[in-house]
């Protein structure tokens, strides 16, 4: 993907996050699925000062899988805020296109 991409429309649907593309692509991101694939430190943990990340236990509650709000974070990505307040994570663009990828592997 060597075009810069960003996106154009981003709208709650339901349970999912839909995103309409600047290449004209649109994607659908279920919120469990966003939740779940977080990017943050405190869901995917931080290297040490030898690069060994030790991956932290999660758990879901109330609001974990329900969007407040999205909002851009400068040309690069979308920041999410949760129902349950988590809002460190920062979806990179390249980042959804690649978990779009992923979901779009698995289903039937």
């Known amino acids: 993907m060597n075009a810069r991409i960003s996106p154009i429309n981003v709208v709650l649907i339901g349970e999912e996050l839909a995103v309409a593309w600047s290449d004209g692509i649109e994607n659908y991101f279920p919120f469990e699925v966003l939740r779940k694939n977080c990017p943050c430190a405190v869901c995917q943990g931080e290297a040490d000062v030898m690069g060994q990340v030790e991956r932290p236990e999660r758990h879901f509650g109330d609001g974990s899988f329900q969007i407040k709000a999205v909002q851009n974070v400068g040309g690069y990505a979308l920041q999410i805020l949760w129902a349950d307040s988590h ?13 779009a990828a992923q979901i779009s592997a698995k289903a039937p």
């Open 87 to 99: 809002n460190t994570g920062l979806y990179s663009f390249l980042y959804l296109r690649e978990l």
